[in-house]
C-alpha cells in the first residue's frame, strides 16, 4: 500500500477532523504523513487564513463572509501565521499553500500572492505555493516562493501546453480529470499529486501510471 511518504493530506487529515484547521494538520503528521495541503482565503483585511469557502456557513456554521471579518474577529478561522508557527517546529512537514480564486478577484492578484509570501517567509522553503490560477503560479517564484504547483482546471491538450510554458514544481489533478485507460501521464520536470483519492487499489493503479503523490483526506484508508 502506499507508503506515508507518498501522501498528501488534503486539508490535513480532514476525514476524522475539521478541514484546514491545525487539529486536522497536526492529526496528519501524528499517522505519519509529512506533506499536508491547506486552503487559503485573505480576510477583509488581507489576513490569510485557512479555509476553502468564501463564507464560513459550512465549516463553522457561521453566516458570514471572510471578507467582511478581520484578524480580530474570525470566529474561529485559524491563521496562516499560525500554520507558519506550527511549522517552525515541525521542521520535517511540507505545506502546499493553496490560493484561492475567490481571494485573488476580492484583493487582486498581486496582493494575495506577495502576501502569502511574506507570511510564509520564515519557512518559506517548505511552503509550496499552489493554486488553480496559472498567473498566481507564474508570479510565485518572484514573490518568493521556492517551489511552485498548478491545480489542473482539466486535463487536456491546452493545459498541457500551460503546463510545459508554466514549468511547475508539482501539478495537481482530480482524478476524475485524467483519461480511463492505463496510459502514462504527460512528461515533464514536475511531479504528479492527484487527488481525491481514497481506495487503496486506485491510489496504486496511479502510482503505476507515474503518479508520484495521493492526496487524501482519508488517510486512514490508504495506510496500513
Not at 479555509?51 to 463572509?65: G, M
Not at 499553500?97 to 511574506?118: D, F, Q, R
Not at 511552503?127 to 514573490?143: D, H, P, T
Amino acid at each position: 500500500m502506499p507508503n506515508p511518504s507518498k501522501l498528501v493530506a488534503h486539508r490535513g487529515f480532514a476525514g476524522k477532523h475539521p478541514e484546514n484547521t491545525l487539529a486536522a494538520l497536526k492529526a496528519a503528521v501524528n499517522v505519519g504523513v509529512k506533506m499536508v495541503e491547506l486552503d487559503v482565503q485573505l480576510a477583509g483585511d488581507k489576513t490569510p487564513v485557512m479555509l476553502h469557502d468564501t463564507t464560513l456557513d459550512r465549516t463553522l456554521s457561521v453566516n458570514e463572509s471572510i471578507f467582511n471579518l478581520d484578524s480580530n474577529n474570525l470566529n474561529g478561522v485559524e491563521t496562516l501565521q499560525q500554520v507558519v508557527n506550527w511549522l517552525l517546529e515541525e521542521k520535517d512537514v511540507v505545506a502546499f499553500v493553496e490560493l484561492k480564486y475567490e481571494s485573488i478577484e476580492h484583493h487582486g492578484l498581486t496582493v494575495c500572492v506577495m502576501k502569502l509570501a511574506e507570511v510564509c517567509a520564515p519557512v518559506i522553503d517548505r511552503c509550496v505555493f499552489i493554486s488553480f490560477n496559472a498567473a498566481a503560479c507564474g508570479l510565485a517564484k518572484a514573490s518568493g516562493f521556492k517551489l511552485m504547483g498548478w491545480v489542473l482546471p482539466g486535463y487536456n491538450r491546452i493545459t498541457e501546453k500551460v503546463s510545459k510554458g508554466l514549468k511547475p514544481d508539482y501539478i495537481f489533478c482530480d482524478k476524475f480529470f485524467l483519461p480511463n485507460d492505463d496510459g502514462q501521464l504527460w512528461n515533464g520536470d514536475w511531479k504528479w499529486v492527484i487527488y481525491e483519492v481514497e481506495d487503496k487499489g486506485l491510489a496504486l493503479s496511479l502510482m503505476n501510471r507515474g503518479v508520484h503523490l495521493i492526496e487524501t483526506k482519508q488517510l486512514n484508508d490508504l495506510i496500513d
